[in-house]
């Protein structure tokens, strides 16, 4: 079958390369390349492992009052800020 195509410029340099260094008509060496891409498209592609993710117990020390978290978080961002001021005191 008789067709025109467009060759990316890069692509048709590699394919006269191998078709000089292979001493082989264009026409072969560019008929070899899409045959070996259909069938490499044809393969299944490999499938990777399963990934898992494995649990872990983080829970809080004893003593520590989870509704109480966002009060420490200020209380923390507050002492940083007064660090930064050169320890401002906060009487």
């Known amino acids: 079958m008789r067709t025109t195509l467009t060759l990316d410029p890069d692509l048709a340099r590699q394919l006269k390369e191998i078709s000089r260094r292979m001493d082989q008509s264009f026409k072969e060496v560019v008929n070899e390349a899409i045959r070996r891409g259909l069938r490499d498209q044809e393969k299944p592609q490999k499938s ?15 003593g520590i009052d989870l509704s109480k978290l966002n009060q420490l978080v200020d209380e923390l961002e507050i002492e940083d800020f007064q660090r930064e001021l050169g320890g401002v005191d906060r009487r």
């Open 48 to 62: 990777l492992p399963r990934f898992v993710v494995k649990a872990k117990a983080c829970g809080f020390r004893a």
